[in-house]
């Protein structure tokens, strides 16, 4: 017998007329544990609706988190884009700045020389307008009278407050001092030139010293005093030759590279802008007084020459001459070489005189230091022949060029192609200058014979290849 309670059956309501039935309230179930497991009893329907609305969050909330993935890589790499541009544009600022920084300093530099220049034609004009000033007649005012006047006023400390501008002075003076024979007031300048140089180079061993010493040197060995000057030029050739094995940065390695390789395809000037920038890389590394960066002007010349620049060329030589003649002996090598590539540009130049002038004196020093083999004495013959061709002694320069030519071939040289071919190019000119066709063909054929094998076995070098 069942045990449970009997339930009555519920009574109907009553229902008052023309009011709609009510319905009666769904019973209230409490919701279900959250660690029961769902039972078999839930609808299949609801199951899976809920499984799709599920997949559906699921798609959503993939697609938001791309989005989101797409637009934070999109906002990295537009932020990264503009880091770049704003980089790019302070580097464009700061490489603006520094070119601008040169062009100031550039320009400060002329104005500053510009101001010595002028200060120092002041100078020059009031000491040689003195006489007219005071009634005198100016014309009767020698050199000697200048140079004393002038001296006057910078041992009165007229320039005590610019010492650069005084060593300018007490050098030139001196030299001119030295040129007329006149040795007392020379050698009063030139030991107050060394003590202006010491003091404004920091010290004695500095490239700067090298034509303090020289010139004190030159002077005293000028008088006769050689038991001052010998050891003072034996300390300036030593100070040279060490300065000399300073060794440069490897930029200039690859700027030599750079430059020999513009020279190797003809183009002379992009060369010459290669060795004008190795002079510069030197001059800040060493200094302007040091020889190698007076030496490395003796390439930009030399490019210039080849590039058919000559006023710059000559120019660039005539510096390098005038700075080795202050700083060494006179029977050295290196001027030498330079004079030998100042006469040839003044050849080029048209200036056959004072070029036959430089020749003989480069001819002169390599006479007397070098083997009488020595390629570089029959070289120097070339540019001797050249220069009186030049000024029409035909003669004469035909006597020279042969004799130079046949010591460039001779058995035991070592003479550059360059050299040759330059000399027998020398030799076809002159020969068609005295009209004798036959010559000018036997050498023009040299001329591409050294040509070819020039293009196909050596290249011009620019430090190996001097004369």
């Not at 229902?15 to 009510?22: D, M, R, T």
């Not at 890389?281 to 080849?306: C, D, T, W, Y």
């Not at 070029?355 to 004196?361: I, L, N, T, V």
Request: hydrophobic fraction near 40%.
């Amino acid at each position: 017998m069942s045990t449970e309670p009997i339930r009555k059956p519920a009574s109907k309501p009553t229902q008052a007329a023309g009011v709609a039935p009510v319905k009666p309230a769904a019973p209230r179930t409490a919701p279900a544990p959250a660690s029961s497991a769902p039972t078999s009893a839930a609808p299949a329907s609801g199951g899976k609706g809920g499984k799709i609305a599920m997949l559906v969050m699921l798609i959503l909330l993939a697609a938001g988190l791309g989005t989101s993935g797409w637009l934070a890589y999109s906002a990295k790499s537009e932020l990264a884009e503009a880091e770049s541009k704003i980089k790019q544009v302070e580097l464009a600022r700061s490489g603006e700045r520094k070119e601008l920084n040169k062009t100031i300093a550039k320009f400060e530099a002329a104005q500053e020389e510009a101001t010595n220049n002028d200060i120092l034609f002041d100078f020059v004009a009031e000491t040689l307008m003195a006489d007219r000033e005071a009634g005198k007649d100016a014309a009767k005012l020698t050199v000697r009278d200048a140079l004393d006047r002038a001296t006057e006023r910078l041992d009165a400390g007229e320039f005590k407050k610019r010492p650069d501008l005084e060593l300018q002075l007490r050098r030139t003076i001196g030299y001119a001092y030295l040129r007329l024979g006149v040795f007392e007031p020379a050698e009063a300048h030139f030991r107050r030139a060394y003590d202006l140089t010491r003091e404004l180079a920091g010290g004695d061993d500095r490239p700067e010293m090298l034509e303090g010493i020289s010139g004190l040197a030159l002077v005293l060995a000028a008088k006769g005093d050689a038991e001052e000057a010998t050891p003072l030029l034996t300390r300036a050739m030593e100070m040279y030759n060490k300065f000399l094995q300073d060794q440069p940065p490897g930029r200039v390695n690859n700027l030599t590279a750079m430059m020999q390789n513009a020279m190797a395809n003809g183009n002379y000037l992009e060369a010459a802008s290669h060795a004008n920038y190795i002079v510069l890389v030197l001059e800040r590394q060493f200094g302007k007084a040091h020889p190698l960066a007076i030496l490395a002007r003796m390439s930009v010349a030399r490019n210039l020459q080849a590039g058919s620049e000559l006023t710059l060329a000559e120019s660039m030589a005539r510096e390098v001459v005038n700075r080795l003649e202050r700083i060494l002996p006179g029977v050295h090598p290196h001027i030498s070489d330079a004079m030998a590539l100042l006469a040839g540009i003044l050849n080029d130049n048209g200036k056959h005189k004072e070029a036959e002038s430089y020749a003989r004196h480069c001819l002169k020093i390599r006479e007397a230091i070098l083997p009488k083999t020595h390629w570089q004495r029959f070289s120097a013959m070339c540019i001797v022949g050249e220069a009186l061709a030049g000024q029409k002694k035909y003669p004469e320069a035909e006597k020279m060029l042969l004799r130079g030519y046949k010591g460039l071939i001779a058995k035991k040289s070592d003479a550059p192609m360059r050299r040759k071919r330059e000399a027998c190019e020398a030799l076809a000119k002159l020969y068609e200058a005295m009209e004798q066709p036959e010559n000018v063909e036997k050498y023009q054929k040299l001329v591409n014979k050294y040509t070819e094998k020039r293009r196909s076995a050596e290249r011009d070098a620019t430090g190996a290849e001097r004369g």
